[in-house]
C-alpha cells in the first residue's frame, strides 16, 4: 500500500499549486480521501476531504475559497488545487486514505509546500 505526494514546491504569495496523491495497492473506490497539513509547530490539520465517488467534498472554513479536492479513481490519483497562496499555507501536506468500517488507514509520506516571497 502507497500513497506518494507530489507538486509541492516554493512559491509566492498569491501563486497556484497542484498536489497530486498516487494511490496504489489498495481500492482507491473504497476509501474517502483526505488531504491533511501540518505548518513548524503546529498540529496536523485536516484540508479537504472527498467521498469515494467523489460526488460530495468539505473544506476547512478558511480554505474553502481557494483551495479545491478532487479525485480521478480510473488513475488512483487525488488531488487538491491551490490557488491564491498565502505564506501561512507554508506546511507539509499528507494524503490521507480511510475506510472506516474496516478500520483501515493510510497516510502519505508528505509534501513542502513554501509560500514566500
Known amino acids: 500500500v502507497q500513497l506518494v505526494e507530489s507538486g509541492g514546491g516554493l512559491v509566492q504569495p498569491g501563486g497556484s499549486l497542484r498536489l497530486s496523491c498516487a494511490a496504489s495497492?489498495?481500492?482507491?473506490?473504497?476509501?474517502?480521501m483526505r488531504w491533511y497539513r501540518q505548518a513548524p509547530g503546529k498540529e496536523r490539520e485536516l484540508v479537504a476531504t472527498?467521498?469515494?465517488?467523489?460526488?460530495?467534498?468539505y473544506y476547512a472554513d478558511s480554505l474553502k475559497e481557494r483551495f479545491t479536492i478532487s479525485r480521478d479513481n480510473a488513475r488512483k490519483q487525488v488531488y487538491l488545487q491551490m490557488v491564491s497562496l498565502k505564506p501561512e499555507d507554508t506546511a507539509v501536506y499528507y494524503c490521507?486514505?480511510?475506510?472506516?468500517?474496516?478500520?483501515?488507514?493510510?497516510w502519505g509520506q508528505g509534501t513542502q509546500v513554501t509560500v514566500s516571497s
Open positions: 495497492g489498495f481500492t482507491l473506490t473504497n476509501y474517502v
Open positions: 472527498i467521498n469515494p465517488g467523489g460526488s460530495s467534498t
Open positions: 490521507n486514505a480511510r475506510r472506516t468500517t474496516y478500520g483501515y488507514e493510510y
